[in-house]
C-alpha cells in the first residue's frame, strides 16, 4: 500500500510538471453582429512536453457550441489566432451574452472577457416632421447602425396603411420618398419601417423595426351650404349652414365663414359671419317680390353658393277703425280680385286692384246696431248706423287734404318766425362783417380741402365693402394727421412729405390708402410675398415719423400728427393698376383710435406685439378698452441686426440721394 501511494503522487507530479498556461492576449469586442468575425489570439506556454487537445467552446445564454479543436504536441510556448465567424450556419441561433469557454482535454483551461452577440439594428429619423398634407410629396429620411455601432448596408421595407415601399440602406442611410394621396383620410396613420441585413443566400442576420405615427392634417378641398328649404314665402326665416369639407368630405367645424345673401342681381343685402356647422337665419321681407335669390359661403379661397325661391305670397290685411275698413296689399304681387265682406248675414263682394304696399279704405254702413264684420282673416264686433249696409269707398285725395293743408299752414307760420326773429335779432354791422369774414375763410379751406388730396397716388386703391380675394392677417399702419384742414392743399412743401412717406412703402411692397385725415399703409402678404411684415411695419413708421419730424424742422406749415401699427384681417383683391381690400372686424377703427390718441408717438398695438418675433421698449398706453404701447425702440437682436442695418442704411442712401437733387437744382 505504501509504494502505490508513493507512485501515485509521483504520477501527479509529472502531470503537473508536463502542464501547458494559457491566456488571451487578444480579448474579444465587446458587441459582436452577425456576419461579423471574432478574432482571438490564445498564448499556449509549455512546461516540458505537451501532448493534448484544445477545444474552445462559445458559451451564450441561450446554449452552447464548440467553434474550435485542436490537438497540440508541443515543447514549447506558441500563439494560436483563432477566427470564429458569427454566422447560423456556424453558431446557430446562440445570441445575448456571451464568452470562449478554453479546454485541455475536459478541463477548463481560460474563459475570454464576456462578449454579446446581437442581430440587432438601431433605426433613427432625420429632422422627423410630424404632419403633412394630402397631395405632399413626403420624404422621410434616416440612419441604420448595428448595436456593434458599424453601418448598415441592408433593405428597408416600409408600410403605411395599405400602401407599401422598399428600398436600400447605404452605408447606414436610407431615403423613402412617396406622395401622398390626395384623399389621405386625416388622422394618425400607423408607418411601420424594416430594415434588414442579409446573406447572398437570402437568409437575415440583422433586423430592426421601427414604428411611428404619420398625421395627416384635414385640408378644405370644398364649401358647401345646406338651406333648411329651396323655396319659402316672404317673412319667413330662412334656415341654413356652411359645410366645409376635407380631403375625403369628411366635415370640418368650427371654422369661420363669411356667409352673404344676394338678391337677383347679384347685390349683397346681408352679411353674416358664422361658423361651419353652425346654423344661420335670414328674414326674407315681407313685401320682397318673387325672385331667386342666392346664398353665397366664403372661406379658405374657397366659395360656393346656394339659390333659393321667394315664391308669390297674395296677401290682404284688414283693419277697422271705428266706421272706416283699410284694406292693404302686403303681399309680394300686384292684387287682382275680390274680397268678400261680411256685415253681419249679409256679404259684399269689394273688388281690389292694389299694387304691393298700396291701401284702399271703406267707410261702413248698416241699419243702427251691432254686428260681425269678417273680412279675410279679420273678424270684429262693430257698431254702425245707417239706412242700409252699404261699403263706401274713400276718395284718397279728400282722406289726404287735411294733412296737406296743416303741412301747409306750418310752414307759413315757420317762414313768419324766422323773419320776426331776423327783424329783431338783427346783429351790429361789424359783427355780421366779421362773422362774413370766418365764413368765408372756412369755406375756402373747405373748397380746398374737397378738391386737393394729399397725394397723387399712380397705384389706384380701393376700400371695398364686399370683395372676394385673398384673406391674410396684414400689419396696417395708421398717420392720423390733426391739422388736416390748414395742409390739405399740399403747398408748404406738405405734398412732398407725403409723397416721400409714400415711396418708402411702396419699396417695401405695401401701398397707401388715404381717407380723409387718415393715411393708411398696408403690408398684405398677397404683395409683400411674405408673411412676417410686423418688423418692417414698426421699421417703416420710425421712418415716417422722422419725415415728419424733419418736414416740421424745415417748413413753416407744420404737419401735427400721430402714428399706429396694427394688426389684423384683410382681404386683397389685385387687378391691374388698382388693389381693392377689406378690412375684417375692428381693424381700421382701432388704428385710427390708437394714431389720434398719439401725439407725434407711434403707438404699437397689443395684438401686433403677440404676432411679432421681435420685442420693443415703450410704456403701456390705454386708450379705453384699447392697449398700446408707447415705440421708444425696437430690440436689435443679432439675428436681426444685419436686416435692421440694411433697411436704415437703405434709407439713409435715399435720403442723400434726395438732398444732392435738391443742391442741384
Same mark, same amino acid.
Given at each position: 500500500m505504501k509504494k502505490i501511494l508513493i507512485t501515485l503522487i509521483l504520477g501527479l507530479f509529472l502531470v503537473s510538471f508536463v502542464s501547458a498556461g494559457m491566456s488571451f492576449s487578444i480579448q474579444p469586442h465587446s458587441v459582436y453582429n452577425f456576419g461579423d468575425k471574432i478574432n482571438t489570439t490564445l498564448d499556449i506556454s509549455s512546461n516540458g512536453e505537451f501532448n493534448e487537445i484544445i477545444s474552445i467552446n462559445l458559451k451564450c445564454g441561450n446554449g452552447e457550441v464548440q467553434v474550435y479543436k485542436e490537438f497540440l504536441s508541443l515543447s514549447e510556448n506558441i500563439q494560436k489566432n483563432v477566427m470564429v465567424p458569427v454566422v447560423k450556419n456556424f453558431i446557430g441561433n446562440l445570441s445575448g451574452e456571451c464568452k470562449l469557454d478554453v479546454f485541455s482535454g475536459n478541463k477548463l483551461e481560460i474563459s475570454s472577457s464576456?462578449?454579446?452577440?446581437?442581430?440587432?439594428?438601431?433605426?433613427? *429619423?432625420? #429632422?422627423?416632421?410630424?404632419?403633412?398634407?394630402? %397631395?405632399?410629396?413626403?420624404?422621410?429620411?434616416?440612419?441604420?447602425?448595428?448595436?456593434?455601432?458599424?453601418?448598415?448596408? !441592408?433593405?428597408?421595407?416600409?408600410?403605411? +396603411? +395599405? %400602401?407599401n415601399f422598399s428600398g436600400e440602406v447605404n452605408n447606414g442611410e436610407f431615403s423613402i420618398s412617396f406622395k401622398s394621396p390626395s384623399d389621405f383620410l386625416a388622422g394618425n396613420h400607423?408607418?411601420?419601417?424594416?430594415?434588414?441585413? $442579409? $446573406?447572398?443566400?437570402?437568409?437575415?442576420? &440583422?433586423?430592426?423595426?421601427?414604428?411611428?405615427?404619420?398625421?395627416?392634417?384635414?385640408?378644405?378641398?370644398?364649401?358647401?351650404?345646406?338651406?333648411?328649404?329651396?323655396? =319659402? /314665402?316672404?317673412?319667413?326665416?330662412?334656415?341654413?349652414?356652411?359645410?366645409?369639407?376635407?380631403?375625403? !368630405?369628411?366635415?370640418?367645424p368650427r371654422v369661420e365663414v363669411y356667409v352673404a345673401v344676394k338678391n337677383n342681381n347679384g347685390e349683397i343685402i346681408k352679411k353674416i359671419i358664422s361658423k361651419t356647422e353652425t346654423p344661420f337665419e335670414y328674414l326674407v321681407e315681407k313685401n320682397q317680390s318673387p325672385s331667386i335669390f342666392q346664398v353665397s359661403a366664403y372661406s379658405n379661397d374657397l366659395i360656393n353658393g346656394a339659390d333659393f325661391n321667394i315664391l308669390e305670397n297674395r296677401e290682404i290685411s284688414s283693419e277697422i277703425i271705428n266706421r272706416t275698413l283699410t284694406l292693404t296689399n302686403t303681399g309680394n304681387i300686384f292684387y287682382e280680385g275680390d274680397l268678400i265682406l261680411y256685415i253681419g248675414l249679409d256679404n259684399v263682394s269689394i273688388p281690389l286692384s292694389l299694387p304691393?304696399? @298700396?291701401?284702399?279704405?271703406?267707410? /261702413?254702413?248698416?241699419? +243702427?246696431?251691432?254686428?260681425?264684420?269678417?273680412?279675410?282673416?279679420?273678424?270684429?264686433?262693430?257698431?254702425?248706423? !245707417?239706412?242700409?249696409?252699404?261699403?263706401?269707398?274713400?276718395?284718397?285725395?279728400?282722406?289726404?287734404?287735411?294733412? *296737406?293743408?296743416?303741412?301747409?299752414?306750418?310752414?307759413?307760420?315757420a317762414f313768419g318766425a324766422y323773419f320776426i326773429f331776423?327783424?329783431?335779432?338783427k346783429p351790429h354791422t361789424f359783427a355780421r362783417s366779421k362773422k362774413q369774414k370766418n365764413v368765408k375763410k372756412i369755406s375756402e379751406i373747405r373748397s380746398v380741402h374737397e378738391s386737393i388730396p394729399v397725394f397723387d397716388s399712380k397705384k389706384k386703391v380701393e376700400l371695398s365693402l364686399s370683395i372676394v380675394g385673398t384673406k391674410q392677417n396684414a400689419t396696417l399702419g395708421c398717420i392720423s394727421i390733426k391739422n388736416y384742414p390748414e395742409?390739405?392743399? @399740399?403747398?408748404?412743401?406738405?405734398?412732398?412729405? *407725403?409723397?416721400?412717406?409714400?415711396?418708402?412703402?411702396?419699396? &417695401?411692397?405695401?401701398?397707401?390708402?388715404? &381717407?380723409?385725415?387718415? /393715411?393708411? *399703409?398696408?403690408?398684405a402678404p398677397a404683395i409683400t410675398r411674405t408673411f412676417k411684415n410686423q418688423k418692417v411695419g414698426v421699421l417703416i413708421s420710425q421712418q415716417i415719423k422722422n419725415i415728419l419730424n424733419e418736414h416740421n424742422k424745415k417748413f413753416k406749415q407744420r404737419i401735427e400728427f400721430g402714428i399706429s401699427v396694427n394688426y389684423g384681417t384683410v382681404i386683397t383683391k389685385i387687378e391691374s393698376n388698382k388693389i381693392q381690400f377689406m378690412s375684417l372686424g375692428t381693424l381700421i377703427t382701432t388704428s385710427k383710435k390708437l394714431a389720434s390718441f398719439s401725439l407725434g408717438e407711434i403707438i404699437v398695438s397689443d395684438k401686433l406685439l403677440e404676432n411679432m418675433e421681435e420685442k420693443i421698449k415703450g410704456d403701456l398706453v390705454q386708450v379705453g378698452s384699447?392697449? @398700446?404701447?408707447?415705440?421708444? #425702440?425696437?430690440? +436689435?437682436?443679432?439675428?436681426?441686426?444685419?436686416? =435692421?442695418? @440694411?433697411?436704415?442704411?437703405?434709407?439713409?442712401?435715399?435720403k442723400l440721394k434726395e438732398t444732392n437733387s435738391e443742391k442741384k437744382n
Open positions: 464576456l462578449f454579446k452577440v446581437s442581430n440587432s439594428l438601431k433605426i433613427e *429619423f432625420l #429632422n422627423w416632421k410630424d404632419s403633412f398634407t394630402p %397631395n405632399e410629396q413626403i420624404r422621410i429620411e434616416g440612419s441604420a447602425i448595428k448595436e456593434n455601432g458599424n453601418n448598415v448596408d !441592408g433593405t428597408y421595407f416600409a408600410t403605411i +396603411d +395599405d %400602401n400607423k408607418f411601420i419601417l424594416k430594415i434588414t441585413e $442579409e $446573406e447572398k443566400n437570402g437568409e437575415i442576420l &440583422n433586423y430592426g423595426e421601427k414604428v411611428t405615427f404619420l398625421n395627416v392634417l384635414q385640408v378644405p378641398i370644398s364649401i358647401e351650404v345646406v338651406l333648411d328649404k329651396k323655396d =319659402i /314665402l316672404p317673412g319667413e326665416k330662412l334656415k341654413g349652414k356652411v359645410v366645409l369639407h376635407d380631403q375625403t !368630405g369628411e366635415s370640418i304691393v304696399g @298700396g291701401y284702399e279704405r271703406y267707410t /261702413l254702413s248698416a241699419p +243702427d246696431g251691432d254686428y260681425d264684420i269678417t273680412v279675410g282673416s279679420l273678424k270684429k264686433r262693430v257698431s254702425l248706423s !245707417g239706412n242700409a249696409i252699404q261699403v263706401q269707398k274713400i276718395n284718397q285725395t279728400e282722406y289726404s287734404f287735411t294733412p *296737406f293743408i296743416w303741412t301747409f299752414v306750418l310752414v307759413v307760420l331776423k327783424k329783431w335779432h395742409i390739405s392743399s @399740399g403747398q408748404g412743401n406738405v405734398k412732398e412729405t *407725403f409723397l416721400r412717406i409714400e415711396q418708402i412703402v411702396e419699396e &417695401n411692397k405695401g401701398f397707401v390708402y388715404q &381717407n380723409e385725415s387718415y /393715411l393708411f *399703409f398696408i403690408l384699447l392697449k @398700446g404701447y408707447k415705440l421708444e #425702440n425696437l430690440v +436689435d437682436k443679432n439675428s436681426h441686426s444685419t436686416f =435692421i442695418k @440694411g433697411f436704415l442704411a437703405r434709407q439713409e442712401r435715399d
